[in-house]
């Protein structure tokens, strides 16, 4: 990057973000705001398209063309911290004169932990909000068939059953196995990555258990997976599948079905003690490069993620303010009410958590999957699967 | 095969490239087809062969309507005036190429095309493409690979225009040959004369897109059908005197003389009229009494050629060369009964006696 | 006397000068400069790549120059099998899709009536959004609802999986592929077939040729450097292939990632797990496998080059 | 004898039909689709013909992004990327067929060997470059990149190759130069195949937007297909309103299609060569 | 414009088409190249032109050597035996491209264009296409798009081939008489000796690429330079008597008689030599003592052409038709000095006095 030139005026950052429609709108008219409301720092918002935006940002940053600030998942920060790209905000945050006080106290769930997971105390990532996975149900039929909206696993692969007794049609269906897998696993005390060692630290047992038993209600019909239908929201409203998990921010997508039935929405099921719903919220990032730019995103993310505007934030996008304060404002509380993604989302907000991103676990993830889909669909021995899973992941992982 | 066309009319547009002809022509013969560039006769041949839809019209091979026949089931053999050789075929390939459509076996069809090959002397370039032979050899490809497949009818456009002299006598004589002992009807163009009658049975005279005369080659030119034909067929070309039929003789414009010869025309008196007479029709007896006067006069072997004035039309003839001659003189001619003939100066019909 | 030696003669007696250089050169100047710049120099660079090990792709460094990123991607089986899937694809697509071209593109080149609406249907698609063709044909293959199975059901035969099912996808994705080539095909040997001199065909009709005749005497062959041509690009494209993949199974490479390509692996070595080294190797593996491929093609094609 | 013809007449038509619909069904479902409410747009299995048509998606799509500032920009890029890739084109393709040099074929073959490398390879360091000599989020840098097409020279140089040499002779010794043959005689005749060239390359620049969406930033440069990922985010994808986008962004191709096809199909037909 | 060719000499890989040519052309002359097929004619035009490099050899426009220019530099007309239309232009269209080329004002190309246009009577159709013309006219296209440039040198490739006798004649009194009235050095392949001798000033014969004689035209068909060009020019063709020279004349194979002539050949007694006349060098005079056998005549004109056998040999000549002949008939001939040549059997040259 070129070297900052000393000049009059405010300092100038970019923002790249890939919201669309009103989100876009509304976070174009957050940053005017915030443009408005000082001269120090001035946010130059670019929108980028969704499809291939890793890539493209990958590239630019490789070129000194990138953004200052972003918007990314802990995945792409152990990628970045790799390559020493990243802006570490603790110095910041824990500043006596312009720091955020109760930063971590603040923060919900286990995100702190999930955003210093690096190490060394550094805070690489400043979260604003958060998704997660969501249990949307056909409320219709549910009711119809006097069915209980499912709170653990066995329920779920109950209710599926009569589901799928009664209508022919799979009860259950998830938009993402690696994440429903994920959370088996750890709702039932399993490891995932171990970061140190750069591993898989699964349990054996739980993990092979869990595996069959998918595969098995998938086989039998009662569950599904979205296939050629990429998003379960579909099926759904079309009355294809009658329950499904998928992210709280697809609620629209959920309820598109013309009227022909109400839908719930709950938080997803559970195992047992650990109570798990994995955590898709990302945080800001800040690409190294001068000192004023640093501060100037800094004290852009901390306008932007001060209480009142996480919630409007939250708010306008269906999601979860990272932070409790912003959840406790009685504009949040209201939204709730109205919105029944948000409402689960809430519910859930206690036990939303985060699993270990380090380099290779992308890797993993697709290791995953690829022993799901053998599992369920090519008629593979789960045992196999998952053995050739472990292998699979751990090479990735200890490249 | 006997070919018959009714009416057969071909227009390109705006242009009548072929105009209602209708014709009978016997099965066996060879028939030249003459005329001036552009008056028809490869529209014609394209006809014949099915290339080109007709306007208007039938054709008839023996009894059977083949109008609509596409040309695969014509059974024609066609040298196209531009060849049309295959380029991306050998020599051999393409002289053996009808035959493999018919399914001759691979040896026998070799064995055939060689054979048409030598006798088109290009037996030495067998393996060539087209692109790599001189445009004659490519005009006798094209010839060989038109005849190897025993054709039933026989179309030949120009197909000697590029051969030297005496190729193109044997290339004649070769298709002559082939022609009487197959029988198959032939059509050639040919825009020589000579040639025209030296293999013809019949020659078909066209101009305009229209039929002139049909007949045996010596009668095209003993008994001319209009003044065009007779214009057309004959080296060196026909004398024409132009005058008005007076006195149950022609006056010549230009002059006062009233020539009489011995036909007895069907005219009427006053009408302006064509005298027509060949060269060798022109006696010098004593007893002749038609007055000339002699502009030029050329040695051509035993004989003199004088070119001869009379009123404002020249004529030539035919004198003993042992006769002086000088430019200027008087010379006195008179006209024999065979090639001699009257026409109408306006529609070129001829007077018949 | 010097002056009378030809010093050095090219195909069928032309002279050698410097003249003979500089004219094509000024011809080719923009071209060249540009494929120097955004081809050329590209290639050598990915070559270099390839090379680099341990190769960090935002800040440009490496550890030194070595044969690692090949060791490993040679050692990978998910390369291997990518190779493998890659060139089944290639072999089907590109002789299918060439077959069904050279027949509707001298069909269409036959008729008369219609066939601007024939033409313009057969274009269409080059102008699709590429998201409707991916809907169209998740729809067509679909288990439950899609089409083929019903046209399948006609003839009594069971539903197939065609997406989901890792044994049908192969088949799946090569459908897709022949037909998303079929109309660029089609418009190169249409432009093809214009070319072609119809007193040929004339000739060939004289000669007593029917139809089919025609077809394998004298159209195929007169049309064979377009065919060539076309051979070569779609072997070249498909050997590239990647959209077909993502369109069909949603960013997997099949249903059960068994359907790797060598793109597909090149993608997600560069832009899921940030290797561009192995990438890079890669690439260059699959760049030598299409020179491999088009060298054996251009030795078959030499013998049509009558022009 | 006359039936047989026909039934072969009915048959071509059939199967040319058939290949026309499957060929055409995806354009087809595109309009349908962006007729259709959100809901029916998701539906499963899907409906062919929407219950009740709505032209709300076009409405939607028109407002969303700023067309009208992405179309000028297209057209920009495009009718620069065509005309100089054309040029480009025409004199790589001349010199590549007609113009006879010690190691021509042998540079041509390395040329076409260069297509073989990934795009995604060359994209990378493209994109340097770009950064580097300052074209980044700029028009010039949608241009520039692909106006040296080995694959347009390539089909150029075949359908070149195929104009007899005689022709060339012809215009020499007609007193032609290279350039006025190459001008007044190859490329009036090449015309078909010109033109068909110009319309890929005209639907590949209309429609390239990796490559934009990589170097360009601004809302100022971007270009038509940009417009389309409006609808397509983190959380799905709305079919109906991108299929709205879609129809809108290639319609202009369609018209220019629509325009060429007569020029692709009624080639110049030879004549006038014997032999 | 004086051209000069040296050593010329063209290769087709194993093909030699031409072979090491060297002449000079005189400047202003109209140059006839006969020759048979695929003698090397088009390639000998070629190669003047500059299409075709030249394997070896030079070739001099006046004193510049012009071997390397390029034939867009050469300012040569050239009718292509192909003709070589531009198939996307009309008519004429064709004709002005050269004009528009030396950047002559657009009126006066089409100006110019019209009036050759009309030299070749094609004015009608200057607003078709090639292919829409027959093949006549496309061959008069050509010609009059070589000659409306007025270019230094003029190549024509049997540029009348596909032209009936009468507008043959008009054309290529046409070309001959802008030939002379411009001096532009003219060559000009036919295949048709009475054309060459009636435009020609010299002709150059070649054979399988070598020149076989150059010279002024009479002098081909008096002074032969050796038996092929005596065989190739003259109808009926040469007579041709193979034996050996013995005691001064010629025993003839097969006949016992040892002829003599008034020649006084250079020639050694006892080589096979071929005694070559013309059919009008034959005498039939009292004196003649050739003891022959009638074996056909035909009546021609005011002679009768006899065909006479002579060992195994057959002979040509004209005798008075007047005189009464049967076949089986003994005639006694001699021999003219005129018209008779000597030849090397093996060789072909020729033996002089
Ligand atoms: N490209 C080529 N490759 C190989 N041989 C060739 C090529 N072009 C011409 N020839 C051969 O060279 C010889 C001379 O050819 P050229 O065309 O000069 O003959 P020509 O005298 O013009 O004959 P014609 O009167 O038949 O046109 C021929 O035997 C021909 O086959
Ligand atoms: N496709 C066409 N479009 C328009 N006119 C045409 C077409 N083809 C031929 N003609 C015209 O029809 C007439 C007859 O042409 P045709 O080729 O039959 O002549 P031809 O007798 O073969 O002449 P030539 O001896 O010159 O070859 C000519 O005046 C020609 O210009
Ligand atoms: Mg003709
Ligand atoms: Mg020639």
Redesign the interface.
């Known amino acids: 990057k070129k070297p900052e030139v000393v000049n009059e005026g405010p300092v100038e950052i970019t923002y790249w973000h890939?919201?669309?429609?009103h989100?876009?709108e509304y976070l174009t008219g957050i940053v005017d705001e915030f443009n408005a409301s000082q001269n120090e720092v001035k946010v130059v918002l670019?929108?980028?398209?969704?499809?291939?935006y890793d890539a493209?940002l990958l590239?630019?940053l490789?070129?000194?063309?990138g953004p200052d600030i972003c918007s990314r998942f802990p995945t792409n920060v152990a990628d970045y911290i790799d390559e020493d790209l990243l802006v570490d905000f603790a110095p910041y945050i824990n500043d006596a004169t312009i720091g955020i006080p109760n930063f971590k106290e603040n923060l919900t769930g286990f995100v702190y932990g999930e955003i210093t997971q690096w190490g060394d105390g550094a805070i690489y990532m400043i979260p604003n909000i958060c998704t997660s996975e969501v249990f949307y149900y056909n409320k219709t039929l549910f009711e119809e068939l006097n069915l209980e909206v499912p709170k653990t696993w066995e329920e779920l692969e109950e209710v599926s059953r009569i589901i799928y007794q009664k209508t022919g049609k799979p009860g259950f269906g998830t938009d993402s196995a690696i994440d429903t897998f994920q959370g088996l696993l750890i709702q039932n005390g399993s490891g995932y990555i171990n970061a140190k060692t750069k591993q898989m630290d699964l349990d054996y047992d739980v993990a092979l258990e869990q595996l069959t038993w998918l595969a098995d209600c998938i086989k039998e019909g009662i569950f599904r997976l979205p296939g050629d239908?990429y998003?379960l929201?579909?099926?759904f409203?079309?009355g294809?599948v009658a329950s499904y998990i998928g992210?709280s921010?697809?609620v629209?997508?959920a309820t598109?079905?013309?009227g022909a039935f109400e839908v719930g929405c709950a938080p997803i099921p559970q195992a047992g003690d650990v109570l798990y719903s994995s955590s898709w919220g990302g945080g800001f990032v800040c690409f190294k490069s001068t000192e004023a730019k640093a501060k100037a995103a800094y004290t852009f993310l901390k306008w932007f993620t001060s209480t009142e505007m996480t919630a409007r934030w939250a708010i306008n996008f269906g999601a979860l303010p990272a932070y409790i304060s912003g959840m406790e404002t009685e504009a949040y509380q209201d939204y709730i009410n109205t919105n029944i993604a948000a409402e689960a989302l809430y519910a859930s907000k206690d036990f939303i958590n985060w699993l270990n991103a380090i380099k290779g676990s992308a890797g993993v993830r697709t290791a995953i999957d690829k022993m799901i889909s053998e599992a369920c669909l090519n008629n593979v021995d789960p045992k196999t699967a998952l053995d050739d899973m472990i292998a699979a992941a751990n090479a990735e992982l200890n490249q | 095969m006997r070919v018959k066309v009714k009416n057969l009319t071909k227009r390109f547009g705006e242009v009548t490239a072929v105009n209602s002809l209708t014709a009978e022509f016997e099965s066996g013969k060879l028939i030249a087809l003459l005329g001036p560039s552009g008056c028809g006769k490869t529209t014609m041949l394209n006809m014949l062969s099915g290339i080109l839809p007709v306007t208007e019209g039938q054709i008839f091979f023996d009894e059977k309507d083949v109008t609509?026949?596409t040309p695969d089931k014509r059974e024609v053999g066609l040298v196209f005036?531009?060849?049309a050789?295959y380029p991306h075929m050998t020599v051999l390939e393409n002289i053996c190429f009808p035959l493999k459509i018919k399914k001759v076996s691979k040896a026998e069809r070799i064995e055939r095309a060689k054979e048409f090959a030598k006798m088109v002397h290009i037996e030495e370039y067998l393996n060539r493409k087209?692109k790599e032979l001189s445009?004659g050899q490519?005009q006798r490809v094209a010839i060989a690979r038109a005849l190897v497949k025993n054709p039933k009818l026989l179309l030949l456009d120009e197909p000697l225009s590029n051969l030297d002299a005496k190729l193109r006598v044997e290339m004649r004589e070769e298709i002559r040959r082939i022609q009487r002992e197959s029988g198959v009807t032939t059509f050639f163009v040919t825009h020589d004369q000579e040639e025209a009658s030296a293999i013809s049975d019949y020659i078909m005279l066209m101009k305009l897109g229209e039929m002139q005369q049909y007949d045996k080659t010596r009668n095209l030119y003993n008994q001319p059908a209009n003044l065009f034909v007779a214009d057309f067929i004959g080296s060196p070309t026909i004398n024409q005197l132009h005058g008005v039929y007076t006195k149950g003789g022609i006056k010549v414009d230009g002059d006062n003389q009233i020539i009489k010869t011995n036909h007895k025309w069907q005219v009427e008196e006053g009408s302006r009229v064509v005298l027509a007479s060949r060269a060798e029709a022109i006696t010098f007896n004593d007893k002749d009494d038609v007055k000339t006067k002699v502009v030029e006069s050329y040695l051509s072997g035993k004989d003199t050629l004088v070119n001869l004035k009379i009123g404002s039309y020249n004529l030539r003839g035919y004198i003993d060369a042992t006769k002086p001659i000088k430019i200027g003189d008087n010379l006195n001619i008179g006209f024999k009964t065979e090639g001699v003939f009257l026409f109408d100066e306006l529609t070129g019909e001829r007077y018949y006696e | 006397m010097s002056k009378f030696k030809r010093v050095k003669k090219?195909?069928s007696d032309?002279k050698?000068t410097a003249k003979?250089?500089l004219?094509?050169a000024i011809?080719?100047l923009?071209?060249?400069?540009?494929?120097l710049?955004?081809?050329?120099?590209?290639?050598f660079?990915?070559v270099a790549i390839s090379f680099k090990e341990d190769y960090k792709v935002i800040s440009d460094t490496f550890s030194g120059w070595g044969l690692g990123n090949y060791q490993k991607i040679f050692s990978d089986p998910t390369f291997i099998k990518a190779i493998i899937n890659t060139t089944q694809y290639v072999l089907v697509v590109v002789s299918i899709s060439l077959v069904i071209s050279i027949l509707?593109a001298v069909?269409?080149n036959?008729?008369e009536k219609?066939?601007?609406?024939?033409?313009?249907?057969?274009?269409?698609?080059?102008?699709?959004?590429s998201?409707?063709?991916g809907?169209?044909?998740r729809?067509l293959f679909?288990y439950?609802?899609g089409i083929l199975n019903y046209l399948l059901s006609l003839f009594d035969v069971d539903a197939i999986n065609f997406l989901n099912n890792p044994q049908y996808s192969m088949i799946s994705l090569c459908i897709y592929g022949v037909?998303s080539m079929?109309?660029?095909t089609i418009?190169?040997l249409?432009?093809?077939l214009?070319?072609i001199?119809?007193?040929y065909y004339t000739a060939a009709k004289v000669d007593g040729a029917k139809?089919i005749d025609i077809f394998f005497n004298i159209t195929v062959p007169l049309l064979a450097?377009?065919i060539g041509?076309v051979a070569?690009?779609n072997m070249?494209s498909s050997?590239?292939v990647f959209d077909a993949l993502y369109m069909l199974f949603g960013g997997k490479p099949g249903p059960a990632y068994n359907l790797y390509t060598v793109?597909f692996y090149?993608?997600e070595q560069?832009y899921t797990k940030l290797k561009?080294g192995y990438?890079?190797a890669s690439?260059i593996v699959?760049?030598a496998i299409?020179?491999l491929f088009?060298m054996v093609q251009?030795r078959i094609q030499k013998k049509y080059d009558y022009? | 004898?006359?039936n047989t013809e026909r039934n072969?007449k009915i048959i071509?038509?059939l199967?040319?039909?058939i290949?026309?619909?499957?060929?055409?069904?995806?354009?087809f479902?595109?309009i349908i689709?962006s007729l259709k409410?959100?809901?029916?747009a998701?539906?499963?299995?899907?409906t062919i013909f929407p219950a009740k048509a709505t032209l709300d998606n076009y409405v939607y799509a028109l407002k969303?992004a700023p067309f009208l500032k992405y179309f000028k920009n297209s057209v920009i890029v495009t009718i620069f990327c065509v005309t100089i890739t054309m040029?480009?084109?025409i004199?790589?393709a001349?010199?590549?067929s007609k113009?006879?040099?010690?190691g021509?074929d042998i540079i041509f073959?390395a040329?076409?060997?260069?297509?073989?490398?990934?795009?995604?390879?060359?994209?990378?360091?493209?994109?340097?470059?770009i950064?580097k000599l300052g074209l980044?989020?700029t028009i010039i840098a949608l241009i520039?990149?692909?106006?040296?097409s080995?694959?347009y020279?390539?089909?150029l140089r075949?359908?070149f190759?195929?104009?007899?040499d005689?022709?060339y002779?012809?215009?020499?010794?007609?007193?032609?130069?290279?350039w006025?043959f190459l001008w007044?005689?190859l490329v009036?005749?090449a015309?078909?195949?010109l033109v068909?060239i110009a319309l890929?390359n005209a639907?590949a620049c209309w429609?390239s937007?990796?490559w934009s969406?990589?170097v360009i930033?601004?809302?100022e440069n971007r270009t038509l297909p940009?417009g389309?990922?409006?609808?397509?985010?983190?959380?799905?994808?709305r079919?109906e309103r991108?299929?709205a986008g879609?129809?809108i962004?290639?319609l202009p191709?369609?018209i220019l299609?629509?325009f060429a096809?007569k020029s692709?199909?009624t080639?110049?037909?030879?004549?006038?060569?014997?032999?």
């Not at chain 1, 890939?18 to 429609?21: C, N």
């Not at chain 3, 219609?114 to 699709?128: K, R, S």
């Not at chain 4, 998701?42 to 899907?46: C, E, G, H, S």
């Not at chain 4, 113009?99 to 010690?102: E, G």
Request: charged share 10%.
């Open positions: 890939t919201y669309t429609e989100h876009n670019v929108q980028q398209p969704y499809q291939d493209n590239q630019a490789r070129n000194g063309v239908d998003y929201s579909g099926p409203c079309s294809a992210s921010a697809g629209g997508y598109m079905n013309g | 609509d026949l005036q531009n060849y050789l087209p445009g490519q | 090219y195909k032309e050698v003979t250089f004219k094509p011809y080719l923009p071209f060249i400069l540009g494929i710049v955004f081809t050329v120099y590209p290639f660079n990915a509707i069909m269409l036959s008729v219609l066939q601007g609406l024939f033409q313009t249907a057969y274009f269409m698609p080059m102008v699709t959004s998201a409707a063709i809907l169209v044909w729809w679909n439950d609802y037909w079929l109309p660029f418009i190169l249409l432009a093809g214009q070319n001199d119809p007193q139809t450097p377009t041509l070569i690009v070249i050997f590239k793109i090149l993608y560069f561009l990438a890079a690439a699959l760049f299409i020179l088009t251009n022009y | 004898m006359k072969k071509l038509y199967i040319l039909a290949g026309a619909f499957i060929m055409f069904f995806p354009f479902w595109m689709t409410t959100g809901f029916e998701n539906k499963v299995p899907p969303t040029f480009n084109t004199l790589a001349f010199a590549f113009m006879r040099f010690p021509r073959a040329l076409v060997a260069m297509m073989m490398i990934p795009f995604e390879m060359l994209i990378i360091t493209n994109y340097s470059t950064v980044y989020d520039i990149p692909f106006t040296s080995i694959f020279t390539y089909i075949n359908f190759m195929s104009v007899p005689s022709l002779h012809s215009a020499k010794i007609d007193g032609a130069s290279d006025q007044e005689i009036p005749i015309k078909p195949s068909t890929l639907i429609n937007f990796l969406i990589l930033n601004s809302t940009f389309l990922f409006a609808f397509t985010n983190e959380t799905g994808i079919y991108l299929m879609a129809t962004v290639v191709m369609i299609f629509l096809r692709i199909v080639g110049v037909s030879r004549g006038g060569l014997k032999g």
